[in-house]
């Protein structure tokens, strides 16, 4: 299964709403997560199920959809937000296939 | 707290082989399938392996089935991959990580070692 994010990178201005799109190329029912990576770290898990945020993730996190189409929106973004973020599909494995990154920007 | 340190990577020739290992600490290891997850130089998150919590099924990607082998030793809280056959493409950081649920996404990572491979 392919996964595909988009876009590849989102400017955004501190505070403004963001909203992360990935897309799989068959139907990953609601088996997926999201994670976020900054530089020179791991990653780190951010939500599963589609919706469920992992521990000790903010509120402002928030993950929907299902089958091929899933968004995450942060709702106010905040400094440490800025970075890259990916989806991961685990309906159908092996493999574990990851999208492409979107790399969140200061605007 | 929970931890993953990873070790063993480092410069090799193409056709080399490496021995990566992933310490774990600060939760039942025995518990938890466990993966390897790469990133090349600049590039995004690639998945490697897969090994249950037993030791007794593990998975591969295509691009190092026949190549590189997963393993664990739940006694001594660590988790392996022989890496063998070594190409430049499988240059990268290589991450170890828990695997959550029995689902396959994952929880905890370790902080990565780098494997490079050039002649």
């Known amino acids: 299964i392919v996964m595909t994010q988009s876009p590849a990178t989102l400017s955004v201005s501190p505070g403004e709403r963001a909203t992360l799109s990935c897309r799989a190329s068959r139907s990953v029912s609601s088996n997926l997560a999201w994670y976020v990576q900054k530089p020179g770290q791991a990653p780190r898990l951010l939500i599963y199920?589609?919706?469920t945020r992992a521990t000790g993730v903010p509120a402002r996190f928030s993950g929907s959809g299902s089958g091929t189409e899933f968004t995450l929106t942060i709702s106010s973004l905040q400094s440490e937000d800025f970075a890259v973020y990916y989806c991961?599909?685990?309906?159908?494995?092996?493999?574990?296939?990851f999208g492409g990154g979107t790399k969140v920007e200061i605007k | 707290e929970m931890q993953l340190v990873e070790s063993g990577g480092g410069l090799v020739q193409p056709g080399g082989s490496l021995r990566l290992s992933c310490a774990a600490s600060g939760f039942t290891f025995s518990r938890y399938w466990m993966h390897w997850v790469r990133q090349a130089p600049g590039k995004g998150l690639v998945w490697v392996s897969h090994i249950n919590n037993d030791g007794t099924s593990t998975t591969y990607a295509d691009s190092v089935k026949g190549r590189f082998t997963i393993s664990r030793d739940n006694a001594k809280d660590t988790l392996y991959l022989q890496v063998s056959s070594l190409r430049v493409e499988d240059t990268g950081l290589y991450y170890c990580?828990?695997?959550?649920?029995?689902?396959?996404?994952?929880?905890?990572w370790g902080k990565g070692t780098t494997v490079t491979v050039s002649s």
């Open positions: 199920g589609t919706s």
């Open positions: 991961q599909q685990y309906n159908n494995w092996p493999p574990l296939t």
């Open positions: 990580a828990r695997d959550m649920h029995f689902g396959g996404y994952m929880d905890v």
